[in-house]
């Protein structure tokens, strides 16, 4: 096999926001699959906000990133050479996968997906781990009632898109906050959102808040924190439910954040936050996977990619998702399947 194989490595620790030279691209030699594994092409590679958590190495809910070693994610791959009873050349697998172009993995890491049922790159997205994180989060700890009013902070993103969408097949009342005009737009007209919030351009957020929710909120997805956070909590309703998904507007602090107590907002209103992680959930990722499915089938379930392409720009994607650069699922397309 002739094509060039590379990886990318973390060489540094990012201080706040990563840069480009917190990272390098390696030459690597091609890999030989031993028996029980397989020898995988990258076709699509997955990246994530809560990678720049994975950069720091303080304790946290996962092992952090090995300096001098590749970073990894979800890929999506293709067989290219097996020595596996359970797949064959050509088959299109997924699973948590080092970031290169080629490498080898065991036959029990991945799993086999139907190019049939949804183009490959959905399994990254809305029927892979941030459809999932959508669904569980929501539904298991939100809880949305019909006639609820449910406030999604991030509304643009993976994530926070299909949350939206799932808690209007809810029948509930959608309120987004994003941070371009593009956005708002894209969650009221496409997603059917019933309002959205430019939290840029709309001054007093607490006043944007106020307006959007006249029945206060009864359910808040949690993907930002900072500021908009501080204000949605001074509106919640009796019983409300917070799942607490992600921070990403902390995540490149230098400096503990501060901000206004919780507690007695939640105390007075007697609401619940929760903290999840999607693995918590891993046995029932079947169930998730085929509802979502059957929504994205039926017209329900809308979702974006936002597609880079080439291994080469992988880190230009993944700095991207803390500009707010991505509209829906950030990708980076690496190559074809060869049939």
Avoid at 216 to 244: C, H, Q, W
Wanted: hydrophobic share 40%; net charge negative; proline share 5%.
């Amino acid at each position: 096999m002739a094509e060039q194989n590379q990886q990318i490595l973390l060489v540094s620790r990012p201080k706040g926001t990563p840069k480009m030279e917190d990272f390098s691209f390696e030459n690597i030699s091609m890999p030989e699959p031993k028996n029980g594994q397989v020898l995988l092409k990258t076709l699509y590679l997955s990246v994530d906000p809560y990678m720049r958590g994975r950069m720091s190495d303080a304790k946290s809910y996962v092992a952090p990133f090995e300096l001098h070693k590749p970073l990894n994610g979800g890929i999506v791959a293709e067989v290219v050479e097996s020595r596996s009873s359970e797949l064959e050349e050509g088959d299109i697998v997924i699973g948590n996968l080092d970031w290169a172009r080629y490498q080898v993995a065991d036959d029990a890491a991945l799993r086999k997906i139907d190019p049939s049922v949804a183009p490959i790159s959905t399994n990254l997205g809305i029927l892979g781990m941030p459809g999932l994180t959508a669904y569980f989060g929501l539904l298991d700890i939100g809880k949305p009632q019909p006639g609820e009013t449910v406030v999604v902070s991030g509304a643009a993103g993976a994530v926070g898109s299909a949350v939206g969408q799932i808690a209007k097949i809810k029948g509930t009342r959608v309120v987004g906050i994003a941070g371009t005009d593009e956005k708002v737009n894209y969650l009221k007209n496409e997603l059917g959102f019933d309002e959205v919030i430019n939290y840029k351009t709309c001054g007093n957020i607490k006043e944007a808040l106020e307006k959007a929710c006249p029945d206060g909120i009864d359910v808040y997805f949690e993907n930002v924190g900072g500021e908009i956070s501080d204000a949605v909590f001074t509106m919640l309703n009796k019983y409300a439910r917070i799942p607490l998904c992600g921070q990403i507007s902390l995540y490149n602090e230098e400096n503990p954040d501060k901000g206004p107590r919780i507690q007695g907002y939640i105390l007075k209103s007697s609401a619940i936050l929760q903290g999840f992680i999607v693995s918590n959930y891993a046995e029932h990722f079947a169930e998730g996977a085929q509802e979502l499915g059957k929504w994205v089938q039926e017209g329900k379930l809308k979702y974006e990619e936002n597609i880079v392409e080439g291994f080469d720009h992988t880190i230009d994607a993944f700095l991207g998702l803390f500009t707010g650069a991505n509209l829906g699922k950030q990708l980076v397309k690496v190559a074809d399947p060869s049939k």
